[in-house]
């Protein structure tokens, strides 16, 4: 399993991460429970995507004075498009929490709370599967193929599911939950768990960080064979990965109020999984060039966002219509 990372460039790495952790969450505890506002949200996501650059920065100044110039041009445009691929899909990830805050009508300011354990979860599930991916691979050149093949299905399933809202009353973990756990109707605050009458109730709070934990399953079995086809190196796999990850929470109360703008955006993301994987299952016959990558996977975006706003989404019907 060959990879850049020395111990020194894993000890930064953590530290930095620990740190910008730590001031966020103190940042957050500081101005208490509350409703983010868009102004809010841009600056932190603003914040979160400069740390990234500043890192790839560093990362490329630091391999290029140890091993070369052209390694450390090669590693930085790995990570760059890396971070790319993994902020896009997180996306995703954005829609359904959305999603889930709607159906759960979860209270403004209980929304911070919610999206930093699901960003925790996300990063430590993350790196499980990268580290197994990365051993996978080291053993089983093969494994590539499965993964190309599993990315290209599954961005033709979402390019099928695009546009349609899933039923989240048929969703298996929460039909479960209804069935083995009692929840309550109303929220207590931030509490996940009440005790009424002597018996232990759930708040639909805990049926919501359920289903983010959930999701960050999904979404991370989804896109972790994605920047695989980027780079083998679970250095910048991980470090891309992670630094996609941290700017969730402020995406999220960015882009909330514009989701439905955006409405040519989960076209974009399937395109771009059916384009990784196609990438992936070529990578013995033709090794498309990380520049292609960063550039291929940066039109479909942008091209779907503009489109988006270029041709908005036709006016629901009003519901009380007759």
Known sequence: METIGSPMLWGAFAAFVVVALLVDLVLMRHGGPHKVTFKEAAWWSVGWIALALVFNAGLWW???????????????????TGYLVEKSLAIDNIFVFLMLFSYFAVPEEQRQRVLVIGVLGAIVLRAILIFAGALLLAKFHWILYVFGAFLVITGIKMLLAAGKAPDLDRNPVLKWMRGHLRLTDDYHDSKLSIMREGKRWFTPLFAVIVLIGVTDVIFAVDSIPAIFAITSDPFIVLTSNVFAVLGLRAMFFLLQGMADRFHLLPYGLALVLVFIGTKMLLIDIYKVP?????????????????????????????AGAS
Do not use: C, M, T
């Open 62 to 80: 630091y391999v290029s004075q140890q091993v070369g110039a052209e390694v450390g041009n090669r590693v930085g445009l790995e990570f760059l």
């Open 290 to 318: 990380i520049l292609v990558s960063l550039l291929g996977v940066a039109a479909i975006i942008g091209s779907s966002v503009a489109l988006s706003l270029i041709k908005p989404a036709p006016a629901k019907p009003d």
